[in-house]
């Protein structure tokens, strides 16, 4: 909103569920509200798997308010969005198909080294309509022809790496079922985290765990017990956590997706969380 100008005055946050995702009628509500105040809503970004908790939007109610409103919709699937490499967890792009563009970050959570992002776009020619300059010293019989895609044209800067290197790599290495067997894995270790957090009576989930992401907290002494411990697990060294808010509470997360974690390392990091509890 920054870089577009259109001032962060002009930017909405919509109301979430019980569960921290979008409400797609507090959408609606919303554009109702700006359009009959003679503003122009023109874009809305639905996540898969917010920072925060991984709360996930519900992607076609929110595409359906979009269409209906002639909005541009991007949907961020930043690290979540990788679990849709596996068929049963898939659902979390329903409705996917109205959405204009779709992100997410192999970085994240697809063994890809920092930095890595993949973008679609249903229409490539709005953005390259957006973006595309064509100077004299630029100009090739290539593009002219339109025997190329030149990628300059669909991002703000000129110069670009070649990062889709090293993903074709990383796919190769692994191949399909390769990923899709550490995505489980990571699913498998996050679920069994969370059932331990919801078997220790001192402690609590913060928010549902769909995924890899557990967002937890002690049940006792507020949000000075919750940073305290925090602070204790980083300063140990054998396991880093980040923290987020959630209902204005301090909520530490576990975030399970590196290449080499297994089970007895998150056995590990739970031992250390709850040793001097
Ligand atoms: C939901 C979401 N979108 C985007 C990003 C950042 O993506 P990138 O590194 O491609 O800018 C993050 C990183 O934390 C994120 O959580």
Known sequence: MGIAGVGRDNLRAVAVDGDFAMRPDDLRRQMVAD???GLLPFFVVAT????SSTALDPIRAIGEVCREFGVWLHVDGAMAGTAALCPEFRHIQDGLELADSYAFNPHKWMFTN???DCL???????LIRALSILPEYLKNAATAAGAVIDYRDWHVQLGRRFRALKLWFVIRHYGVEGLRAHVREHVRLGQQFA???AADPAFELAAPAPLNLVCFRLREGGDEANRALLERLNASGKLYLTHTVLDGRYTLRMSIGGTL??????????KEITHEE
């Open 48 to 51: 898969i798997g917010t920072t």
């Open 195 to 197: 059932a331990w957090v």
């Open 35 to 37: 359009r009959a105040a």
């Open 261 to 270: 974690t297994e089970e007895r390392h998150v056995l590990a990091a739970w």
């Open 114 to 116: 920092f930095d890595c």
């Open 120 to 126: 679609w776009v249903a229409d490539r020619a709005a």
